[in-house]
C-alpha cells in the first residue's frame, strides 16, 4: 500500500495496525468516509447523523481523506471485499449447520 503523508491533523490518530481514527472517538476515518460516499452526505449531514462527532472532526476526517484518497479507497474497497468473503463463509457454515440439524433426532 501507499504510505501515508505526513499527518498534521491534530484530530487524527492510527493505531499500530495502520488504521485511522478520528480523536476522541473509536470510529475510524474510513467508516465515516464510507457513509459520504455511500450517501453523497455533506459534512453537515455526517454532523446529523454523527451527533457526537464536532464539526472539527469531520472536516478534519475529510482533509485526511483528501490528502490520501487511493490509501483510504483501498482500505474501503479491501475491507467490503473482506466482509463479502466472510459472508460466503458464513453462508456456507449456515448450510452445513442446518444440513446437520436437519440429520439429527430432532428434525427425524
Known sequence: MKSVKNNPLPK????K????FIAGTNMKVEELISEKIAFGWSPEELNLQHPDLSMAQIYSAL???SE????IDKK???TIQKSDEMK???S?????IVNR???SMFFA
Do not use: E, H, P
Not at 487524527?12 to 493505531?15: A, G, K, T, V
Open 17 to 20: 495496525k495502520g488504521n485511522f
Open 88 to 90: 460466503k463463509g458464513t
Open 76 to 78: 474501503i474497497f479491501l
Open 63 to 65: 482533509a485526511f481523506y
Open 101 to 103: 440439524l436437519k440429520q
Open 12 to 15: 487524527i490518530y492510527s493505531d
Open 68 to 71: 490520501n484518497i487511493a490509501f
Open 92 to 96: 456456507l457454515l449456515r448450510k452445513k
